[in-house]
């Protein structure tokens, strides 16, 4: 294994502070599926949170520890910050059930993100795996604020089951003003689903996209973005232009602690945003 210092250790180190996280408050908890909710945070100091689309915090739950979770709200309203978060473990447990009032701390944010303005001029696709829609709603805000400037806007979004669906007023929003198509699948239907059944690259493989001329962001399970990616590749989408968004174990966040390392990468500095050209020789390791 290659142990490299994070490129830019010697200044973490001597910044002071780096791993002290601030302080934020809950201002609300919303439940959006049965193991899913968004927490909406300020915090105490008053002094918003600016972020690009596709970075994460380190979040923590006093006395339950800190996980790393990307940041889901509007960059263009940084002053409420808002986490989505899957209740899978001990931290996210927490998290999940923090009531308004409780306070949380946050560092970062961190990493690099989506840079969907890359897009502009062309069409964008935004496939997502269950809880990886947190992390491209603020790209897709982002194309929302400026929709003019894009081509042909797609959101292919892939689910355990109906009730597993996030931020469906949302997705009404963005189809009905914004001209976003929006098409969901889910793993399997229930009674009255009428949409579609199966898995999210086959809707990729339906088209409906220029490859010549698109960006695809992609986030979800790691199985899945290695065939949605593949698929992409398969209609003529070039590598550089297919972005993933690799969450695999972090700990320190700021490139310190290699929990993250992917051969060369430091997902947590070099990603967790990064291109299909880098991430397919790669995509194959187990996390280390
Ligand atoms: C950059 C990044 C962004 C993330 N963004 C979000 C987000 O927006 N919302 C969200 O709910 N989660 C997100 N995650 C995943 C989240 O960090 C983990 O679910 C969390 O660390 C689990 O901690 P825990 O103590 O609750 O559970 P644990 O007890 O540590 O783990 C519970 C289960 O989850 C699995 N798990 C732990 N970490 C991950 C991971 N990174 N990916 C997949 N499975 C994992 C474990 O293998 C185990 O099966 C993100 C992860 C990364 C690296
Ligand atoms: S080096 Fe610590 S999480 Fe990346």
Redo the contacts with the bound molecule.
């Keep these: 294994m290659t142990l490299r210092p994070g490129p830019s250790d010697a200044g973490l180190l001597e910044r002071e502070g780096v791993m002290v996280p601030r302080a934020f408050v809950v201002a609300e908890n919303r439940r959006d599926t049965r193991d899913?909710v968004t927490l909406e945070l300020v915090a105490v100091d008053g002094d918003p949170l600016e972020f690009a689309a596709g970075q994460?915090t380190m979040l923590s739950g006093f006395g339950?520890?800190e996980?790393?979770?990307?940041?889901?709200g509007d960059p263009a309203h940084p002053e409420v910050l808002q986490?989505?978060?899957?209740?899978?473990?001990?931290?996210?447990?927490?998290?999940a059930h923090a009531a308004p009032g409780t306070a949380l701390g946050i560092r970062g944010p961190y990493?690099h993100g989506w840079k969907v303005a890359d897009g502009r001029g062309g069409d964008v696709v935004f496939v997502a795996g269950g809880?990886g829609l947190?992390?491209l709603r603020p790209a897709i805000l982002e194309v929302c604020a400026d929709r003019a400037s894009y081509g042909q806007v797609r959101l292919l979004y892939g689910s355990r089951t109906p009730e597993d669906i996030l931020f469906t007023s949302d997705l009404h929003v963005w189809a009905r003003e914004h001209d976003i198509v929006v098409e969901e699948i889910v793993d399997a239907g229930t009674l009255g689903w009428r949409g579609h059944v199966g898995l999210v690259t086959q809707l990729v493989a339906r088209g409906g996209f220029d490859p010549a001329r698109t960006l695809a962001l992609v986030c979800g399970?790691?199985v899945m973005m290695r065939y949605a990616a593949q698929a992409l590749h398969d209609r003529g989408v070039s590598p550089p232009r297919i972005r993933l968004?690799?969450?695999?174990?972090?700990k320190c966040g700021v490139g310190l602690c290699g929990h993250?390392q992917l051969r060369e990468l430091f997902?947590?500095i070099d990603?967790?945003v990064l291109g299909y050209d880098r991430l397919a020789p790669l995509m194959a390791r187990a996390e280390l």
């Design positions: 899913t994460f339950a520890g996980v790393p979770i990307s940041i889901s986490h989505t978060i899957r209740n899978v473990g001990g931290v996210t447990r927490t998290l990493g809880i947190a992390p399970p790691e968004s690799m969450e695999r174990n972090m993250c997902l947590c990603g967790p």
